[in-house]
């Protein structure tokens, strides 16, 4: 009973569900129909479902049936009017071919015209394409081969303007070619090729300054060095004015400029001028500019053509070009960087001294040319252009340039020993900094070198100096100069300063007092401080300033160079008392000529001696110290005269009998000194007189030494009145008054030694002497017990020696006895001398 009732559901499912299934499959696609009949076969009523699918195809069937069956009378009644219609078809598509032939053999030509029309149409529309396209691209070819024509001209500048507009401008609009491609990719290439080609020239041209600095150079300090001579001029025709004594030598240092005065027509430029051609020359030196080497080349012109600027020198296009080039390929940094790393290897090159340097005046100069040339060369960059260089970087140079530059001169002009190279060498440096300084640089290191220099100038022309007294007094006779007639006179009265209103008066010919040094020696010294004026000049120094340091080198020259020659030659071994005599003559006139020394430094300098701080010349000293010195040397030379007569001397001290004329050994003697002092008649009273003094006073006490020296053992009463002969002989010569200036017997007290020792034994008066010792109105007061005691045992002991056989005479024992009792007293005052 249950199962039925579980059945039936069943069915009626499947009924509901094959009903859907069947009007799917009439309302949908027969494509999209698969789905549908899996579901059939995947089901258990597939049986069923075929049974309903032919039920309802025969449903299908019928109602197509009654369909046909109501509509056939309509479908027969068509076809007979239609089998009507298909004969007139035929009819009509009879004639349609027969008129579709006839149309097409008659459209044939037409036809054929029509397809020529068409490719002329074809080509036209080809050609007008090709026309519009070519228009686009001709362009990029033009300008891409200018490009390779502006590169291959080197013209970088206007290649790389060109390159900015083929890729920017017209590339773009032609940018779907091949071609078009290819050229945008070598764009980047093409730019560093410029860059590459834009820094060789630029390489080239620092290269070119680098070996042309030294003309660069040479032509800026040939500018400057023609407006200082003209300044130099200006001043000697002012100092002429206000200077008449110094005149001749300004003459003379003006006759020098003059003639190392190049014949150049035109002059240098001023500051406005040339300012005005640094613009100028900005202006024509752009970019676009096609000439491109870097140092023009200038032959050497006739002197009368103008000498060209510095800048002249200079194409600075590829500089320019070049930091243009990098400016607009945004690489003006590293232009910058390199160019001044460069240019400072370069600045460290050129202030590298060569070692030989200072030899030659042409080793310094082309070492300032070269150093001026690199700075010329920077201070025209520094303004034509913007940052490539600035004031820091120049300043920094500079410094390092100067430091260099200082330290080479130091080291090399201390090996100068030529005046005349120390002199041009400053000259030089003075042209160098001034230069320098009209190109903004500072140069006052330079001139406080210079005053170290001047030291070493000045050591140097002592040096020299040196040499030309030396020769001055060696070839100097030492005899007064003779004159025949005026002219010979004022021309030495012109070379010194020397008035005598006898010697005026005096006939020709006569002579002056002192010798040809003395002129010449005067004429030196102020050709001397010509020499250290010289220097002086264009140091920027204060009159005073050049006034004290021309008086402190004249001083060394007067203290230490001629007092050194004069002292060298008063100590000669040759010299003799003649040649010593005029060396005080001639050094007195020196003396006083100093006055007239300080009235031409001052005229010179035009310095007041009173001003506050003005050095004093030493030439006083000088010539008082050199006088002394041979004054002390006619001393010792007449005393070493006097020692050589005195060898000659032979006194036989154990002679029986005494002579009858004083020795010719002394007479010789004192013909000498008579001839000798006769020679002192110019000299200074006082130096004669001292002379004549201590000449005596040697001879007396030489005398008294040959009486008194250990050799003579014993010596007999009648030698010394031969000896007392020789003695009275030089009284004679000294009361005959030898040297003017002598009060009374001043001369003859310089015997007065001897003359009391030998009356005390001539006349053996002991008790007197020995009663009256110590007391002043003592006869025998210059008479030392000593020399007594030592003179009477010479005597005791001849008188022992002689008389051996004679001492039983009464008189001999008695003077033996007085002999022994006077020495006995002698050592008692000795002894209480001594207490």
Not at 107 to 130: P, V, Y
Not at 645 to 654: G, I, K, R, S, T
Request: net charge negative; glycine share 4%; proline share 4%.
């Amino acid at each position: 009973m249950e199962r039925p009732k579980m059945a039936e559901p069943e069915s009626l499912e499947t009924a509901a569900e094959h009903e859907r299934i069947l009007r799917e499959i009439e309302s949908t696609d027969t494509a999209c129909i698969g789905p549908t009949l899996r579901s059939v076969y995947d089901g258990e009523e597939h049986g069923r479902f075929m049974e309903k699918l032919e039920a309802r195809i025969r449903n299908h069937d019928r109602e197509i049936e009654k369909m046909c069956n109501f509509h056939y009378q309509g479908f027969v009644d068509s076809i007979t009017e239609l089998l009507k219609v298909r004969g007139e078809a035929q009819k009509l598509k009879n004639q349609v071919t027969d008129t579709n032939r006839k149309l097409q053999n008659e459209g044939k030509e037409l036809l054929l015209a029509m397809e020529e029309l068409r490719q002329c149409r074809l080509q036209q529309r080809n050609i007008s394409a090709t026309v519009d396209k070519l228009t686009l691209c001709l362009p990029v070819l033009e300008m891409y081969s200018k490009l390779r024509e502006q590169m291959k001209s080197k013209r970088h500048y206007p290649a790389l303007k060109t390159l900015e507009h083929l890729e920017h401008t017209f590339l773009p609009q032609v940018s779907h070619y091949r071609f078009c491609k290819v050229m945008v990719d070598n764009i980047p290439r093409l730019r560093e090729e410029i860059k590459e080609l834009s820094m060789s020239d630029l390489k080239d041209f620092l290269e070119s300054i680098r070996k042309h600095s030294d003309k660069i150079g040479e032509t800026a300090m040939k500018q400057d060095c023609r407006f200082n001579q003209w300044k130099i001029i200006a001043r000697i025709f002012f100092s002429l004015l206000l200077s008449p004594n110094v005149q001749a030598q300004q003459q003379r240092n003006l006759d020098n400029i003059v003639s190392q005065q190049p014949r150049i027509s035109g002059g240098k430029k001023s500051k406005k001028e040339f300012s005005a051609s640094s613009e100028l020359e900005v202006k024509n030196t752009s970019p676009m500019s096609e000439q491109d080497s870097g140092i023009l080349d200038v032959e050497d012109e006739d002197e009368e053509e103008e000498v060209p600027g510095a800048q002249d020198l200079v194409d600075f296009s590829p500089v320019y070009r070049c930091l243009h080039i990098y400016s607009v390929l945004g690489a003006r940094e590293t232009f910058e960087s390199y160019y001044r790393k460069q240019r400072r290897k370069q600045a460290r090159l050129v202030l590298q001294p060569p070692s030989n340097m200072h030899e030659t005046l042409d080793g310094y100069r082309k070492y300032f040319n070269q150093i001026v040339g690199f700075f010329v060369v920077e201070d025209h960059i520094l303004h034509t252009t913007q940052g490539l260089v600035n004031r820091a970087y120049i300043d920094e140079l500079w410094e390092m340039a100067l430091s260099k530059t200082i330290a080479a001169l130091r080291t090399h002009s201390s090996y100068c020993s030529d005046p005349s190279l120390v002199l041009d060498l400053k000259n030089l440096i003075v042209l160098f900094a001034d230069t320098l300084q009209g190109y903004g640089f500072p140069v006052n290191q330079l001139f406080d070198m210079l005053l170290e220099i001047q030291d070493q100038y000045s050591e140097t022309l002592l040096k020299k100096w040196a040499g030309v007294f030396r020769n001055i007094l060696d070839s100097d006779n030492y005899s007064p100069i003779p004159v025949s007639n005026e002219e010979v006179y004022r021309k030495i009265v012109g070379q010194f300063p020397f008035q005598d209103a006898e010697l005026e008066k005096q006939p020709f010919p006569k002579k002056f007092p002192f010798s040809e040094f003395v002129p010449k020696v005067y004429s030196q010294i102020k050709e001397f401080i010509y020499a250290c004026l010289k220097f002086s000049e264009d140091l920027h120094l204060s009159s005073t300033e050049v006034d004290d340091m021309i008086r402190k080198s004249t001083n060394l020259l007067l203290t230490r160079t001629l007092s050194n020659c004069l002292q060298n030659v008063i100590k000669r071994k040759n010299v003799g008392l003649t040649e010593l005599v005029q060396i005080i003559i001639n050094t007195t006139h020196l003396e006083k000529s100093c006055k007239f020394l300080e009235e031409f430094i001052t005229n010179i300098t035009n310095v007041l001696p009173e001003t506050v701080h003005t050095t004093k010349l030493y030439g006083t000293t000088t010539f008082k110290d050199a006088r002394h010195a041979a004054e002390e040397e006619i001393y010792t030379n007449l005393n070493q005269k006097i020692d050589q007569f005195l060898q000659l001397a032979d006194y036989d001290w154990m002679a029986p009998e005494p002579g009858s004329r004083a020795s010719d050994y002394l007479v010789d003697l004192i013909g000498f000194l008579r001839s000798t002092f006769a020679v002192f008649t110019h000299l200074p009273g006082k130096v004669a007189q001292t002379a004549c003094m201590s000449a005596c006073k040697h001879l007396s006490t030489s005398l008294l030494q040959l009486l008194l020296e250990a050799e003579v053992r014993q010596l007999t009463l009648e030698a010394l009145h031969q000896f007392n002969l020789d003695v009275e002989e030089c009284e004679q010569f000294a009361r005959s008054g030898p040297v003017p200036g002598f009060q009374g017997d001043t001369l003859q007290l310089a015997f007065i030694d001897l003359r009391q020792l030998l009356d005390l034994f001539i006349q053996w008066d002991w008790s007197t002497y020995l009663a009256d010792y110590g007391q002043p109105t003592c006869k025998y007061l210059r008479v030392n017990p000593t020399t007594a005691l030592i003179l009477l045992e010479k005597m005791r002991d001849t008188s022992r020696k002689n008389n051996v056989f004679a001492q039983f005479r009464k008189n001999e024992r008695d003077k033996q006895k007085l002999i022994d009792t006077v020495a006995k007293q002698l050592r008692g005052l000795i002894n209480s001398h001594h207490s």
